[in-house]
């Protein structure tokens, strides 16, 4: 089965700098995507960034980029230049299974690390 | 254009008694999924409905709780005879479909079951 652990309950990054948020998951799959999803206070879960396992490079979304250890089965997320707006719950994703009824099946999620952006 | 929606953003209901939770997917989107987050918890799959087939039921946490689409598109959530556990919030999602990947949260019903 797969499973998707989050190591760090907690962080907190100063405003401006730089923060990585680890992820490691387990699964059988070889093709997939992987997600990162963002949950403010609102409590509205928003896409962050997505990286497709067969593709080498490391996906990057205007500051947020990952780090992508296939082999590792590793999928960290960095935040460059961070802002007030970045504090939320952020969640690592994969979906259960690839081409499952024609979509890639729901998603398992980490349990969350929750980000503190402090002025 | 709109996003997934979901009514009503909050319920407080009294244990025993039955509950409705509605999304509205983003049109053409024939995937949708319920998800269920317990309070500093990460998101527990629940049910999953892709176009005219039978849904992924493998998530429901007991008989009391089932789930319905109709037409395709809209889709609620019934939770019978609530217990205090089921207090939470409930996150509805939906994907285009076929080959499709991302999917799109709605805003999330929160239960409080006294």
């Known amino acids: 089965a797969q499973t998707v652990t989050q190591s760090q309950p907690e962080m907190s990054v100063q405003e401006a700098e730089t923060v990585t948020l680890s992820c490691t998951y387990d699964?059988?799959?070889?093709?997939?995507?992987l997600f990162w999803y963002k949950q403010p206070p609102s409590r509205q879960m928003i896409l962050v960034i997505r990286?497709?396992?067969?593709?080498?490079q490391n996906a990057t979304e205007n500051r947020f980029s990952v780090n992508f250890q296939k082999a590792a089965k590793s999928f960290s997320l960095k935040i460059s230049d961070s802002q007030l707006g970045d504090t939320a719950m952020y969640f690592c994703?994969?979906?259960?299974?690839?081409?499952?009824?024609?979509?890639?099946?729901?998603?398992?999620f980490g349990k969350g690390t929750k980000l503190s952006v402090k002025p | 254009g709109a996003g997934v929606s979901q009514s009503p953003s909050n319920k407080v209901t009294e244990k025993g008694k039955d509950v409705e939770l509605r999304c509205d997917p983003i049109?053409?989107?024939?995937?949708l999924y319920w998800y269920r987050q317990s309070l500093g918890q990460g998101l527990e799959f629940l049910i999953y409905?892709?176009?005219?087939?039978?849904?992924?039921k493998s998530g429901l946490p007991s008989d009391r709780f089932s789930a319905e689409r109709t037409g395709g598109s809209v889709s609620t959530l019934t939770i019978q005879r609530t217990q205090q556990e089921d207090s939470a919030v409930y996150l509805c999602?939906?994907?285009?479909?076929?080959?499709?990947?991302?999917?799109?949260f709605g805003p999330g019903t929160r239960l409080t079951v006294l």
């Open positions: 999602a939906s994907s285009l479909g076929p080959n499709s990947d991302t999917q799109y």
């Open positions: 699964t059988s799959e070889n093709n997939y995507y």
């Open positions: 990286q497709e396992a067969y593709k080498q």
């Open positions: 994703a994969i979906p259960t299974s690839v081409n499952y009824g024609g979509s890639q099946g729901n998603l398992i």
């Open positions: 049109s053409g989107h024939t995937a």
């Open positions: 409905f892709q176009g005219n087939s039978a849904p992924d």
